[in-house]
């Protein structure tokens, strides 16, 4: 089982990856393996809503984009494109903050 400190980190370690997936896509890849790898170490702790936001983020990212290079074939995607780009950025910055004050993201029934 790990500790509060091991969870901590590699929640941490996660979120760095969805940020540096803005410039090297492929870790928001490695980084939704591990969410699901160690989801099973976070249940009942706080880190379980994270791990739920940051895969959430993955998977409706992932939507987005497809929908939107879709739509590019009809220019109206390059705005669909954007749109999903900053939300993915905003989804990251608010789980880290909220991370960093060791705050849940929201209660988890």
Partial sequence: MATEADNKNIT???YGLYAASLIVGITSILAVVMNYIKREDVVGTMYESHFRWQIRTFWFCLLWSCVSFILTFVVIGIFGWIATAIWFIYRVVKGWLRLS???????VP
């Fill in 12 to 14: 941490q370690l996660i």
């Fill in 101 to 107: 004050e060791g705050k849940a993201m929201y209660v």
